[in-house]
Antibody, heavy 116, light 108 residues
Framework: EVQLVQSGTEVKKPGESLKISCQAS????????IGWVRQLPGRGLEWMGM????????RYSQAFEGQVTMSADESTTTAYLQWTSLKVSDTAKYFC??????????WGQGTLVTVS | EIVLTQSPTTLSLSPGERATLSCRAS??????LAWYQQRPGQAPRLLIY???IRASGTPARFSGSGSETDFTLTISSVEPEDFAVYYC??????????FGQGTKLEIK
């Protein structure tokens, strides 16, 4: 069974750094893209980008290029999303998602990030 | 960038009624369109992929149709657990996916 288990709620101040995680199991981690999706409070879903664990190739949506960094650790089958300097506007729920044959098939439970 | 426009924004129905949700693409996405359901406080769940194929576990009352730029998600008889927000997603411009803005299905 595919499982994506995300790290817990974060409350941070503007300018702080943050790295949230998505621990994967139930599939071959290195040969599937892991994506990230943002959901602003009360709003819709936005595609941020994805990482390919086998070679750490990353593809970012233009809106998020340079704003976040996606990475993955094969040894712990964990994907990461990180910020070096958070803004109030980064307040959102962030989901990791598994891409299988380009279908976004399985989702993590989401990590709520509040910057205030 | 491919833009997906969903309509209506909100759909108010009673249980047992038929629901018809629309997703229009700004250019052809062939059949590379999926539908997701998101209940409050939950992660999205894949319902339909490649326009008309039900994902594992999707009830038969959900069906998808369409191609190129116009797509429809139909719920033949809405159940209480179906009241949620529905999103369409295109993968034609992989690795740049785009979502529609969502349709909220609410109880009338």
């Amino acid at each position: 069974e595919v499982q994506l288990v995300q790290s817990g709620t974060e409350v941070k101040k503007p300018g702080e750094s943050l790295k949230i995680s998505c621990q994967a199991s139930g599939f071959t981690f290195t040969t599937h893209w892991i994506g990230w999706v943002r959901q602003l409070p009360g709003r819709g879903l936005e595609w941020m980008g994805m990482v390919y664990p086998a070679d750490s190739d990353t593809r970012y949506s233009q809106a998020f290029e340079g704003q976040v960094t996606m990475s993955a650790d094969e040894s712990t089958t964990t994907a990461y999303l990180q910020w070096t300097s958070l803004k109030v506007s980064d307040t959102a729920k962030y989901f990791c998602v598994l891409s299988v044959r380009q279908q976004l098939s399985d989702w993590g439970q989401g990590t709520l990030v509040t910057v205030s | 960038e491919i833009v997906l426009t969903q309509s209506p924004t909100t759909l108010s129905l009673s249980p047992g009624e038929r629901a018809t949700l629309s997703c229009r693409a700004s250019q052809s996405v062939f059949n590379y369109l999926a539908w997701y359901q998101q209940r409050p406080g939950q992660a999205p769940r894949l319902l339909i992929y490649d326009a008309s194929i039900r994902a594992s576990g999707t009830p038969a009352r959900f069906s998808g149709s369409g191609s190129e730029t116009d797509f429809t998600l139909t719920i033949s008889s809405v159940e209480p657990e179906d009241f949620a927000v529905y999103y369409c997603l295109q993968r034609n411009s992989w690795p740049l996916y785009t979502f529609g803005q969502g349709t909220k299905l609410e109880i009338k």
